[in-house]
């Protein structure tokens, strides 16, 4: 079934974040009075209510319930460890990103939770969508009562990071499904496409004062840096308002995250990892109160900042210091080479000059700035406005440095910058069709035999088949990098295929390079994406007749793939499995 057949009285998103996480969502007739109407989750810290949490699970011993998400989660688990009765649980942090880092990814991968131990991640990944999607459905129960919520109305709407693989997408799409959504009823948005809608219905301006508008023929890149990945997208607004991709989507893990790494290696080289690894296990509480001061803390770092930033140091983490033989927290700050800009007073806190704050975001700035700077310094796309959406967006260090950097550029961050990609991906639920084209990451094509040309085919892929010579791991190109797609375009259209055996299926494989020349399947370039399967052939007819029509296409950043046997003139069981 096709996402417009199905009812969508109501859109709900899910931002599955790697370091933050929560919902959205919007009714029909509130979208068709004002898009941005969109309603969000309230999250609870304990001290501060914030519209994200924290992506943390714990999961009970059987290894299929969650017990708890969020802060919540980590609340909980502070408690069990101070207990000693933590062993048995499954405690998950910042695990989003083993989807972008595993080019092996499979339905039957596993992650390691925080003591070691293994779960399938598709396991986990479904079992907090299923959290949030109760969480959301729960939540409108409480507060809608005028009878216009129903929980089989719901569309929903996973957000991915642009740069993920197909094996990711599909393992997002089949986590949702684990999760008790209905296939018919979820779509995958890219995280920088439904921030740049977001922002097309809001007001944008440059330091708080000119407006910039949007307007046809503007081209402008989406920065969109979260707490793992920076995706990275450039677009132009087309004569009847949909975008069109320009550049296909590039970034990396240059996110938040490696931001309070570089405060964790601080630490370290005052503390020594042993000591803060075992305060880590003995005080998860002190311990995660600790990186929550930081994260309250690294937003306000500003690049012109003169102020020193004051830590306090949990009694337990220098109780086990100075443990250690001869060890006291002074000496420890005074021969960690840090004392010119570190110094310990009042004898528990550290008080950090704002260089070194500052420091704490040089890797991560070092890696976001000199991929734009590309963009900007060779003018190849006409861009002049920059949006920069996501969490980290809201650090003016990151912002300053883009900037100074490309100065030519109208750099705009909206208002709820963290909350752009949540919304637009409510937006992008109601309306799928403002993206018009997108320009393809990789290369694609299928693995095929065919007759073999002398001059033109290598000896190498030479088989001889009932006495036919043949040219075998053929690469078939049904689409190229770089190639603009737009958005229901047919690559393949209704090309016959045939069974490799006498049976009543079959499977195509499918490939993907980065080479636009690539020849064969078995080229070093060339990756395994998975199988294109087609079921249920009519058996009743010669094998020589027995074939199915396949076509190919892309919706919604997606390869969708049918299939009709013309014997009977029956669609057929069809997909393509990237998670082999």
Known sequence: MTTSKVLKLMVAAIDFGTTFSSWAF??????????????????????????????????????KTMEAFGYEAEDRYAE????????????????????????TLNRQTEIEDINGKTLKALTVFSLVIDYLKRNLVDECKMKITTGEFEEG???????????????????????????????????????????????????????????????AGTRYIVIDAGGGTVDITIHEIMEDDKIK??????????????????????????????????FKRDA??????????????????????????????????????????????????????????????????????????????AKSIKSVVGHVK????????????????????????????????CSSWKVVVPDEAGLAVLKGAVIFGHNTTPIAYRVSRHTYGYRTTQAFIEGVHSDEHKVLCDGETLCRNIFNLFLEEGGLVYDGQVFVDRKPFWPNIDGDNFGIEIYASNDKNVRYTTE?????????????????????????????????????????????????????????
Request: proline fraction near 3%; include cysteine.
């Open 26 to 63: 919007s009714f029909k007739h509130e979208y068709e009075k004002d898009p941005t109407k969109v309603q969000t989750k309230n999250w609870n810290s304990g001290k501060s209510i914030s519209h994200k949490a924290p992506t943390t699970a714990l999961i009970s011993s059987d290894g």
């Open 80 to 103: 069990l460890l101070s207990d000693g009765t933590h062993q048995k649980w499954y405690y998950f942090q910042r695990f989003k990103m083993s989807l972008f880092e595993n080019k």
């Open 153 to 215: 109305n719901i569309y929903w709407v996973l957000t991915v990071p642009a740069i993920w693989d197909d094996k990711a997408k599909q393992f997002m799409r089949e986590a949702a499904i684990q999760a008790g959504i209905g296939k018919e009823h979820v779509m995958i948005a890219l995280e920088p496409e439904a921030a740049s809608l977001f922002c097309r219905h809001i007001p944008l301006r440059v330091m708080s004062s000119e407006v910039v508008p949007l307007n």
């Open 245 to 278: 991709e320009l550049h296909k989507a590039t970034g990396g893990a240059w996110g938040g995250q490696e931001v309070e790494e570089a405060f964790k290696r601080f630490l370290i080289k005052i503390f020594g990892n042993h000591v803060l690894q075992k």
């Open 284 to 361: 998860m509480e002190d311990y995660i109160d600790l990186f929550r001061d930081f994260e309250v803390k690294k937003r306000k770092i500003k690049p012109d900042g003169k102020e020193k930033v004051v830590f306090i140091i949990p009694a337990k983490l220098k109780e086990i210091l100075e443990s250690e033989p001869g060890e006291t927290f002074d000496k420890c700050v005074s021969q960690s080479g840090l004392a010119s800009d570190v110094e310990v007073i009042k004898g528990s806190k550290l008080r950090i000059n704002s260089s070194v704050m500052k420091g704490f975001f």
């Open 374 to 405: 590309a963009f900007h310094d060779s003018n190849a796309y006409g861009i002049t406005v920059a949006l920069m959406v996501g969490g980290f967006s809201e650090s003016s260090m990151l912002v300053n440095a883009v900037r100074d950097a």
């Open 524 to 580: 070093n370039s060339c990756t395994y994406l998975g199988l294109l399967t087609v079921d249920n052939l009519d058996v009743d007819v010669p094998i020589e007749d027995r074939f199915a029509y396949v076509t190919i296409k892309v919706t919604n950043s997606e390869v969708q793939v049918e299939a009709a046997d013309p014997n009977t003139g029956r669609f057929m069981n069809t997909s393509i499995d990237f998670l082999q």
